[in-house]
């Protein structure tokens, strides 16, 4: 079992910058893949960013590229997400994921969920 826990939210005004967290307690860390996902209110759950084990792989969504970044800390086991330029598109709960073997895009896919953190990027 993996147990997730994201921090790292808030209220942020348009253009500002917000550093998601998400620690993970349980078997090893390394030995999964990592995802964010993000679920606006009354929207579909929606792929945002991966990151291989060894960190040396990741990938984002369109509409997130070149604004945020994915990264890991195997030894501290927790996943980043460095969100720049935030828009009020941004605004949803973000949720930590984690896999075993590859990158995956689908939630489906993924076996343990955090509770989520909520991101509000305001007008």
């Known amino acids: 079992q993996v147990q997730l826990v994201e921090s790292g939210g808030g209220l942020v005004q348009a253009g500002g910058s917000l550093r998601l967290s998400c620690t993970a307690s349980?078997?090893?860390?390394?030995?999964?893949?990592m995802g964010w996902f993000r679920q606006a209110p009354g929207k579909e759950r929606e792929f945002v960013a991966a990151?291989?084990?060894?960190?040396?792989?990741?990938y984002y969504a369109d509409s997130v590229k070149d604004r945020f970044t994915i990264s890991r800390d195997n030894a501290k086991n927790t996943v980043y997400l460095q969100m720049n330029s935030l828009k009020p598109e941004d605004t949803a709960v973000y949720y930590c994921?984690?896999?075993?073997?590859?990158?995956?895009?689908?939630?489906?896919?993924?076996?343990?969920w955090g509770q989520g953190t909520e991101v509000t990027a305001s007008s």
């Open positions: 994921l984690a896999k075993s073997g590859s990158i995956a895009t689908t939630p489906d896919e993924y076996d343990y």
């Open positions: 349980g078997r090893t860390f390394s030995s999964y893949t």
């Open positions: 990151i291989s084990r060894s960190g040396l792989s990741t």
